[in-house]
T-cell receptor
Framework: DAGVIQSPRHEVTEMGQEVTLRCKPI?????LFWYRQTMMRGLELLIY????????DSGMPEDRFSAKMPNASFSTLKIQPSEPRDSAVYFC?????????????FGQGTRLTVV | KNQVEQSPQSLIILEGKNCTLQ??????????LRWYKQDTGRGPVSLTI?????NTKSNGRYTATLDADTKQSSLHITASQLSDSASYIC????????????FGKGTHLIIQP
């Protein structure tokens, strides 16, 4: 398996524009997580899905953020409109069903810069 | 509030030297503790996971310890190599919260030749 695949790897956009980040989880994994990483705050959970259903989105900072998982092999994180403070690295991770200590595998991340 | 504190924030050592990274946590209820290595420009990769009853676990030149009484963990790297340069993130897994994971901010380790 190629692991968790994220695209694009880098995204530079102007403030106010819509940004869509994409993730393909590992096949067979039931859980998918979206994280944001900054120097100041480290890794923060934004939202996670179980069997394509959003379970907890309490980490989503504002209504400008939305996430979907239309099927087991694809998820998107959308920011509309984007702001400079959204600049960060966004990670997608997936894991198999099971206890919470089941290892989550991370993608390589999308580095978002909003200017 | 569940928290994971890591120290030092950054560390520079010479190749071949040993080092120890610290992780203190206030997470309840505690289930497991995992150390991740994150290379620059990559996602975190798990090094080891420790359960409540485990005190020490090794993975090659990496040795993790856990003291559940004092709520401390350490990651010891022996005979460091240039490829050990990375951020090391301590993650505590609990039975509560959203995904049950509380992340430390990491220790940024630089190995100099």
């Amino acid at each position: 398996d190629a692991g968790v695949i994220q695209s694009p790897r880098h995204e530079v956009t102007e403030m106010g524009q819509e940004v869509t980040l994409r993730c393909k989880p590992i096949s067979g994994h039931d859980y998918l997580f979206w994280y944001r990483q900054t120097m100041m705050r480290g890794l923060e959970l934004l939202i996670y899905f179980n069997n394509n259903v959003p379970i907890d989105d309490s980490g989503m900072p504002e209504d400008r953020f939305s996430a979907k998982m239309p099927n087991a092999s694809f998820s998107t994180l959308k920011i509309q409109p984007s702001e400079p403070r959204d600049s960060a690295v966004y990670f997608c991770a997936s894991r198999r069903a099971g206890a919470r200590n089941t290892e989550a595998f991370f993608g390589q991340g999308t580095r978002l810069t909003v200017v | 509030k569940n928290q994971v504190e890591q120290s030092p924030q950054s560390l520079i050592i010479l190749e071949g030297k040993n080092c120890t990274l610290q992780c203190n946590y206030t997470v309840s209820p505690f289930s497991n503790l995992r150390w991740y290595k994150q290379d620059t420009g990559r996602g975190p990769v798990s090094l080891t996971i420790m359960t409540f009853s485990e005190n020490t676990k090794s993975n090659g030149r990496y040795t993790a310890t856990l003291d559940a009484d004092t709520k401390q963990s350490s990651l010891h790297i022996t005979a460091s190599q240039l490829s050990d340069s990375a951020s090391y993130i301590c993650v505590v897994i609990s039975g509560g919260g959203a995904d049950g994971l509380t992340f430390g901010k990491g220790t940024h380790l630089i190995i100099q030749p």
